[in-house]
């Protein structure tokens, strides 16, 4: 039997022909059906914004963002609440940086895995990059100062919720 958890699906900005790609893409992950509301993004002309909140077995969040990632013009994010059993994660996806993903903790605080400390340490020692470089990669910096913009802009934005059969 698989654990359920919640999460949401925040598509920051998406072209309108790609609107409805997307909510074939989350289908296709959750199931179900889906009516989304799509409002213009301020943030970028000719641009589209939902939220799509879902309840679906762990791992649903990998899924969905592994479903979206790689679209050109689209930027979004995934998060997914940790349960008794996992941890939680973040997913946040542009078209000039690609995927970033975070364990999530129980408070919404990023937990950064030893083995990925370890590694940007060896890179800091090496000189290939500095210990501040290094945090903003484990925490994906760059992902919240581009994504930021457009997350503002969807201030009051409608949810809906989508809810697979378990």
């Not at 359920?4 to 920051?12: E, S």
């Not at 893409?25 to 213009?40: K, N, Q, R, Y």
């Not at 309840?55 to 940790?82: D, K, M, N």
């Amino acid at each position: 039997m698989s654990v359920p958890t919640r999460g949401v699906l925040y598509v920051h900005s998406a072209p309108s022909a790609m609107c409805p790609h997307v909510e074939w893409a989350a289908i296709g992950v959750l199931g179900g059906t889906l009516e989304v509301d799509w409002v213009p993004q301020s943030a970028e002309a000719g641009t589209y914004r939902t939220e799509i909140s879902w309840q679906a077995p762990v791992g649903s969040g990998a899924a969905i963002a592994s479903a979206l990632r790689g679209w050109e013009r689209l930027r979004f994010e995934v998060t997914e609440e940790p349960t008794a059993t996992s941890e939680g994660a973040r997913y946040s996806y542009t078209p000039d940086l690609g995927i970033f993903h975070a364990l999530v903790g129980l408070h919404g605080d990023i937990l950064i895995p030893e083995d990925r400390i370890k590694a940007f340490r060896v890179k800091a020692a090496l000189g290939e990059i500095s210990m501040e470089q290094a945090l903003d990669g484990l925490l994906g910096s760059a992902w919240d100062a581009e994504l930021e913009p457009f997350r503002h802009a969807g201030d009051g934005a409608p949810v809906r919720w989508l809810h697979q059969v378990i």
